[in-house]
């Protein structure tokens, strides 16, 4: 996803690690994007009691998290598929809304509308509930890059102890198999899988990459929340850790740079910073991404450095 102000340079990336990249001015695609990310927020939340879309989560929703996440790893469109007639909470910059076609039928509807929204646009599109708040870009990044193999159409993790449809990656061209399949009222995503290519990825395979292994060793980008105990649980969870610099006139009487947080929105680690996040300062986020968003998600691994917006160069 690309906000206004949101701009990506090239870094390192190691041996066994995989990070999406924008397409290049020769791609044969035309500029046609790699990939999208489709977020599946109108399910009925009946063991949580409320929407799990609006939840608080550090100062943001879930919602907003997890569209933030998903849109800091695919080059292409964040879509957010609602219920009709959903409200929804703040999303981040830049993320297209959809309706479900009926409420109600399962995944498979909204996956659907998602791949409709993005067909023309991408053509992978990494697939994700809206109630796994410790999603990490690692894992999504991850999950997309087994996906681009000729032989698969989808990359299905296969971990503790179940499939996840629902954090996968999937190639936009099965929109019709999807769209055939919802109206013979053929619901569950394992109808899916009969039908195409499907790439299992197991533990060992997800943390073969070496950037999600240390980001997120024990997978909890996996972990999703059901009902209030779960949410409470997870909620309680520590921050993501990150590190902080701050430069110029930011760091005056500052002697120890990097600082080590732990935030999970740009609002909050510029907050622990004693950094004002105003119209005269700008974030950059891993040295790529430029954004003044105060509810931008950050991960565990993050490094994060505050500039005067006017500092002059």
């Not at 997890?66 to 409200?87: E, K, M, S, Y």
């Not at 040295?287 to 565990?300: F, H, Y």
Request: proline share 8%; net charge negative; with cysteine.
């Amino acid at each position: 996803m690309r906000p206004q102000e949101d701009i990506r340079a090239p870094g390192p990336v190691g041996e066994g690690e995989s990070r999406g990249e924008p397409a290049r001015p020769d791609d044969p695609r035309g500029g046609r994007a790699r990939t999208a990310g489709i977020v599946l927020a109108g399910g009925r939340s009946t063991r949580m009691g409320r929407p799990k879309a609006g939840l608080e989560w550090h100062g943001s929703t879930l919602l907003h998290r997890v569209a933030g996440i998903v849109g800091r790893t695919v080059d292409g469109p964040v879509v957010v598929v609602r219920a009709p007639g959903q409200a929804l909470p703040v999303l981040p910059p830049g993320a297209r809304v959809v309706e479900d076609a009926r409420e109600g039928r399962g995944p498979l509807q909204g996956l659907a509308a998602g791949l409709a929204a993005v067909a023309a646009d991408a053509d992978l599109a990494y697939v994700s509930s809206t109630d796994v708040p410790l999603l990490h870009p690692a894992f999504v990044a991850r999950v997309l890059a087994a996906a681009e193999r000729d032989d698969a159409d989808v990359a299905l993790p296969v971990a503790h102890g179940f499939r996840h449809p629902l954090a996968a990656a999937y190639r936009t061209s099965l929109l019709r198999e999807v769209e055939e399949l919802v109206a013979s009222d053929r619901m569950r995503p394992a109808f899916l899988f009969e039908r195409c290519r499907v790439r299992e990825l197991d533990e060992e395979a997800l943390l073969r990459d070496g950037s999600l292994r240390r980001a997120d060793p024990d997978l909890l980008s996996l972990l999703n929340v059901n009902d209030p105990a779960e949410y409470e649980r997870a909620r309680a969870r520590a921050a993501p850790s990150v590190s902080v610099r701050r430069f110029g006139t930011l760091a005056l009487g500052s002697d120890r740079e990097p600082l080590a947080l732990r935030a999970a929105t740009l609002a909050a680690a510029a907050a622990a910073a004693g950094v004002p996040l105003d119209g005269h300062v700008v974030a950059a986020l891993n040295g790529e991404q430029i954004t003044r968003d105060p509810e931008l998600p950050l991960a565990a691994g993050d490094a994060v450095a505050f500039l005067a917006a006017d500092a002059g160069g």
